[in-house]
């Protein structure tokens, strides 16, 4: 199996009104997935798939600024910039030629510069190069490279600049030695116990990290061995912050989990068992879904909680309505502080990590639908009744089947569910998500 290229993480910083917004919007086009952030937040978007020439990569919105007073900016941009250094394989930095050069975007300049990361200086608001020229140029005062003119607006200088920004890419590692360990990211709220469980996993207090002041900390992935297997934990540690605001905790939060989720193959969302599941474990978990990843939800501190012979298949329950959307995730009950069920957690992954990398023989899918087709005749719609043709594997990690029909309208999401339901009765798929894209024929794409 070649090494798993993960998708690069560029994140954008920059002060309120650059024009950080209408950027996001132009590169995520239409394809853009919004994460419903607590209202009151200026921005609920907060990262979106982009692709430029063949280049995939997770554009990350490091939160909004609420303009206050000049001392509150700076300050605010330092938090945004420290998410940035912390998650970013690439930071643009955003200015506006408008406004020129401010106190803000040279103390943010120094901190970015220090940090090491590749940075894009990225000026916006250049709607007519000539003009601008000289004012751009301005930029370089910054010391972080070159300025790049853009007009989010008028979508000019974007493809220049993204060159740039893919210029900083890793070299595609699929030649580098075979890597087929599977990589973990351990996700959930603050205080769920996600570093506790790697501790006990690990034998040693690893995780207990001190930020220190202008120390940037770098995710340090964790190597464990379980039964000769090497797993590697993904590091979503870094929420030690003191936040002085709750959304920005929780903005940090997504960030962080987004950035982890990427790199990984299986997502464990750790879940409080005396809180039970909560909004923002619906949150965290619909990243996970949303990025198709193996998904495992363990309920930690299960040994705290009072049981009777209900207790189990009740939250099971309740954990189940709320992530309604993932009914494939496998769900287990642990405790880090006892070590309860922990080898359980290993078998669980070794499972679904074999599921979300399962093929399936086409000649075998074909029965498997020409089947439930016979037991339940697809939808008609004015007379026109959907027929389906073939079905194939295209993809795994998550297995992608392409099904081709006479007609995609007539293929409701109802059919597409119970064709899923029909292939899951047969093969399990037990914790990894299945995407169905529809074509029809003569799409030969």
């Not at 919004?34 to 020439?53: F, K, M």
């Not at 975007?105 to 970015?112: E, F, Q, R, T, Y």
């Not at 982890?260 to 750790?270: C, H, I, M, N, T």
Request: hydrophobic fraction near 40%; charge should be neutral.
């Amino acid at each position: 199996m070649a090494k798993k290229k993960t998708k690069p993480v560029v994140a954008v910083v920059g002060r309120p009104n650059v024009g950080k917004s209408t950027l996001f919007n132009v590169l995520a086009g239409e394809r853009i997935s919004i994460v419903q952030d607590t209202p009151g937040v200026t921005r609920d978007r907060i990262y979106a798939d982009v692709e430029w020439l063949d280049n995939h990569f997770t554009l990350i919105d490091t939160g909004g600024i609420e303009p206050d007073s000049k001392d509150i900016i700076v300050s605010q941009m330092r938090e945004q910039a420290q998410i940035a250094i912390d998650t970013a394989d690439v930071i643009m930095f955003m200015v506006d030629v408008k406004q020129g050069l401010t106190d803000a975007d040279s103390k943010v300049a120094d901190m970015l510069r220090r940090s090491k990361k590749p940075v894009v200086l990225v000026v916006n608001k250049v709607d007519d190069f000539k003009k601008y020229e000289c004012d751009v140029y301005e930029f370089y005062n910054l010391g972080i490279g070159e300025p790049h003119a853009i007009s989010s607006v008028n979508r000019l200088g974007i493809g220049d600049m993204l060159d740039e920004v893919i210029k900083f890419f890793p070299e595609d590692t699929s030649t580098e030695e075979e890597d087929d360990r599977i990589r973990v990211a351990i996700v959930g709220k603050p205080n769920v116990g996600k570093s506790s469980i790697i501790n006990k996993l690990l034998g040693e207090n690893r995780l207990i990290v001190s930020d220190i002041a202008g120390t940037t900390r770098d995710a340090v992935d964790t190597e464990i061995t379980y039964n000769k297997k090497q797993y590697v934990f993904v590091d979503t540690a870094g929420l030690r912050r003191k936040n002085k605001i709750k959304e920005e905790l929780e903005h940090y939060m997504i960030v962080r989990t987004v950035t982890a989720v990427e790199k990984a193959d299986v997502v464990v969302l750790v879940i409080d068992a005396a809180e039970g599941v909560t909004e923002q474990d619906a949150k965290i978990a619909g990243i996970a879904h949303e990025r198709g990843k193996a998904v495992i939800i363990a309920v930690n501190k299960w040994d705290a909680v009072e049981k009777s012979d209900k207790t189990m298949n009740e939250f099971t329950k309740k954990v189940r309505m709320t992530l309604s959307y993932m009914p494939y995730a496998e769900i287990i009950y642990i405790s880090a502080l006892t070590g309860q069920r922990l080898g359980k957690l290993f078998e669980t992954i070794d499972v679904v990590s074999e599921n979300h990398a399962m093929r399936v023989a086409t000649g075998v899918l074909n029965e498997i639908m020409a089947e439930a087709v016979a037991m339940q005749q697809p939808p008609t719609d004015k007379g026109k009744r959907l027929r389906l043709y073939y079905i194939t594997q295209v993809a795994v990690k998550p297995p992608t089947f392409v099904i081709f029909v006479n007609d995609k309208e007539l293929m409701h999401f109802s059919y597409t569910r119970y064709i899923e339901n029909q292939i899951r009765e047969t093969f399990g798929f037990k914790g990894t998500p299945l995407k169905f894209i529809i074509r029809e024929r003569g799409e030969e794409k």
